[in-house]
């Protein structure tokens, strides 16, 4: 089906058949096991093939992850360079925009190569998973990193929720409950903190602190529209329409199944643009880079 607005999907996880080969063997099992993905994700895509799939779902600029998944060298860890990254930007820079993942346990090294991919490659944000490190987002390790985000003046998204079982062999702890964001947004008023993943099961949590906190923001991505909760629906559509951002975390939500549920949620026109496309270029100052997202 065609659609009105070209999206701007905040959160997606580049996958071409090299990333596929290099990542961890408990990812195409997650995928393909938990997910019920097509088998196709263990070989990945193209860059040409994943536009494709963008343009089928009326996404016109995608924000991609170069992931630090785990401390390096733990079980079931993963890190992305920035480097393939910043590559795969330079390709299409009117379709792609990165964004640079965080290793809390890096310290300074990592604050630098933070500042690095956003000074140098043109990153627009950071990204972390808290549960991989089972630091929670309030944790002091993640202070540095804060720190230098409000210096870049560039978005920091953390995923909140539980966290599921992706490496059997390593569970790990739910350390991502929303509230743990009120610490942050009250010591860094500055910085631009946003929750990925909904925070299920503790979506109003997260409603909760993107009301109090003018600097706190949301990414309904890799849950499927039509598994939101009522309340998070009514917020995108009412007093959070300017808080909410698009994402698919692909290859998790595919682009065009993502857009086809929100169509069929029925928000009102100008909530729905708000949250497909211009909070987004509100929050990571897109404007000027947007040729790709009308």
């Known amino acids: 089906m065609p659609f009105d607005i070209l999206a701007i999907d905040t959160v997606v996880n580049p996958l071409t058949p090299e990333i596929a080969a290099s990542r961890p063997r408990w990812s195409a099992e997650f995928h393909t096991g938990v997910f019920k993905q097509e088998q ?13 799939m963008m343009d ?24 992305l360079p920035y ?46 998973y808290p549960h991989w490190f089972e630091l929670a987002p309030d944790h002091a390790r993640w202070y540095p990193f ?27 702890r739910s350390v991502g409950r929303p509230i743990t964001f009120d610490a942050v947004a009250c010591d860094f008023p500055e910085l631009k903190l946003v929750g990925i993943h909904i925070g299920i099961p503790w979506t109003d949590e997260m409603i909760a602190m993107a009301w109090k906190h003018r600097n706190v923001f949301i990414v ?42 929100v169509e069929a949620l029925g928000l009102r026109e100008v909530p729905k643009r708000k949250f ?18 009308h």
């Open 220 to 261: 309904a991505d890799a849950h499927a529209p039509k598994h939101w909760p009522a309340s998070f629906v009514r917020y995108i559509d009412s007093y959070g329409q300017d808080k909410v951002m698009f994402g698919t975390d692909f290859p998790v939500l595919g682009f065009q199944r993502m857009r086809e549920e």
């Open 56 to 79: 089928e779902g009326g996404v016109g600029r995608a924000m991609l992850v170069a992931a630090k998944i785990g401390q390096a060298g733990t079980r079931g860890a993963w890190h």
């Open 83 to 128: 480097e393939t990254v910043a590559d795969f930007v330079q390709k299409r820079p009117d379709r792609f925009v990165g964004l640079a993942g965080l290793d809390p346990t890096e310290g300074m090294a990592g604050v630098r190569a933070f500042e690095h991919a956003v000074r140098e490659y043109g990153f627009v944000g950071a990204h972390g």
């Open 146 to 172: 804060y720190a230098k985000a409000c210096e870049l003046d560039v978005p920091v998204q953390l995923q909140v929720g539980q966290s599921l079982v992706y490496d059997p062999g390593r569970p790990l």
């Open 40 to 52: 196709r994700v263990r070989e990945g895509y193209t860059i040409d093939e994943m536009l494709r």
């Open 276 to 293: 497909l496309r211009d909070n987004a270029l509100r929050v990571y100052k897109l404007a000027d880079r947007a040729a790709g997202a």
